[in-house]
């Protein structure tokens, strides 16, 4: 596959036979974060490692890194790639429902666009919906689930013939399954660098698809969900690869167990390449960050966020 294209959490249908992925040791995960010193001093702050931040965990059978061994990205790797950043003509990030969003199935559209917002500390524009017609995008019947799908690429080819002249990448969101080609099972979602698009799926975030109690708070696990793969592929569309050095949310994953493993948050590496791409500030980010959880009584994010906080001299915001 193209390494400009990014199935970014996916199930494959049939698994790669590369080497074994090997877990970095310490001295190459702090090589991969780079030259802090060429960091202001409260970005370095919160750059640096402490114990909010978890090595990555030795890939279980059927994990990503299990069947898709990758090599990494650090950040001078990442600062030397020319990736896509947004300038004065191009500052925008875009969100284009496709298709019906059900009340009861479907995470709440405003409270994306304000999630993406405050994560990448851009303006972010939610489109009116696109109504789709049965035949549009390649649809087919998974084998497995038995549900509807659409094509990914086709949805992607359409997406680039609606992208704002603003826009510094347009994302389709919609809740029909979605598979990148044939010989695949499915994929939460798929963004190409190139042509400043991408879409992704929130199909099987309700408990409900995988034949689950949805439980009291099922509405909330779905916008948790839904708020991971938006800002995972969001950030590959900012060219940065599968993290493979701490837990973080732009680790690989081939399930739904596994990316509910995976922390809300991005790793110092991570956080470092998305602060080089945007220029963001760091701690303003960080306080809307925790103002979004403690809105929606993500009380484990909001201390996580507020003890990120803390390390800064003044104590936080």
Not at 265 to 293: M, N, T
Request: proline content about 8%; overall charge negative.
């Amino acid at each position: 596959m193209n390494r400009r294209w990014f199935p970014a959490i996916v199930l494959a249908a049939t698994t790669c036979a590369w080497g074994a992925f090997e877990r970095p040791s310490e001295n190459e995960r702090l090589r991969a974060l780079g030259n802090l010193f060429e960091e202001p001093p409260s970005l370095r702050q919160l750059l640096t490692p402490n114990d909010d931040f978890p090595p990555i965990a030795t890939p279980r059978p059927g994990d990503w890194l299990d069947e898709h061994p990758e090599n990494g990205q650090t950040f001078e790797e990442y600062r030397d790639s020319g990736a896509n950043r947004p300038d004065a003509s191009r500052h925008i990030i875009y969100l284009l429902p496709i298709g019906d969003f059900p009340d009861d199935t479907s995470p709440p559209l405003a409270d994306l666009r304000a999630y993406a917002a405050a994560f990448f500390q851009m303006e972010v524009k939610l489109l009116p919906a696109y109504a789709t017609h049965d035949l549009e995008f390649e649809p087919r019947q998974n084998r497995h689930s038995g549900r509807r799908q659409v094509l990914t690429t086709s949805i992607m080819d359409f997406l680039q013939t609606r992208l704002p002249a603003d826009a510094c990448c347009l994302l389709g969101v919609t809740m029909t399954d979605l598979y990148p080609q044939a010989s695949w099972n499915f994929v939460f979602g798929q963004a190409s660098i190139d042509r400043r698009v991408g879409v992704y799926s929130f199909a099987r975030y309700d408990p409900a698809f995988w034949k689950q109690e949805r439980g009291k708070g099922y509405r909330d696990v779905i916008l948790q969900r839904s708020c991971k793969v938006l800002v995972h592929e969001t950030a590959h569309m900012f060219g940065l690869l599968h993290c493979t050095y701490y837990d973080c949310v732009v680790n690989g994953s081939n399930s739904m167990p596994e990316t509910d493993a995976q922390p809300q948050h991005l790793c110092p590496v991570c956080l470092r390449k998305l602060h080089h791409a945007l220029g963001f500030d760091a701690v303003k980010r960080y306080g809307e960050l925790a103002r979004f959880y403690g809105g929606q009584k993500w009380f484990e994010e909001s201390d996580w966020v507020q003890r990120q906080l803390a390390r800064m001299p003044s104590g936080g915001l």
